[in-house]
Nanobody
Framework: QLQLVESGGGSVQAGGSLTLTCAAS????????MGWYRQPPGKERELVGI????????NYADSVKGRFTISRVDANKTVYLNMNNVQPEDTATYFC?????????WGQGTLVTVSS
């Protein structure tokens, strides 16, 4: 399994941009599907998007399509979440996830707060 550490969270005004980073450690990173999830205050965790191994297939939540982009650099074992035109409803703790068969890991999360 991978070990994941998110960074880049913080406070941003509505309409602004923010990039989150997920740094992984471990082996065989390139075989993992990497996802971003978020948990708004008082709500359940939800999918933001997934970038599949190979880096050419994606799955985004409807709520972020056209605003958020996920990318990965396998050589650096890093995944990014580029967030544009953020809105107050994007306020949440954002989590990185890695999956390869039964191997499933989560990071500790990074908080994003969007003010109007």
């Amino acid at each position: 399994q991978l070990q994941l550490v998110e960074s880049g969270g913080g406070s941003v005004q509505a309409g602004g941009s923010l990039t989150l980073t997920c740094a992984a450690s471990g082996v065989n990173f390139r075989f993992y599907d990497m996802g971003w999830y978020r948990q708004p205050p008082g709500k359940e965790r939800e999918l933001v998007g997934i970038i599949y191994h190979g880096g050419t297939r994606f799955n985004y939540a409807d709520s972020v399509k056209g605003r958020f982009t996920i990318s990965r650099v396998d050589a650096n074992k890093t995944v990014y979440l580029n967030m544009n035109n953020v809105q107050p409803e994007d306020t949440a703790t954002y989590f990185c996830n890695s999956r390869w068969g039964p191997r499933d890991s989560w990071g500790q999360g990074t908080l994003v707060t969007v003010s109007s």
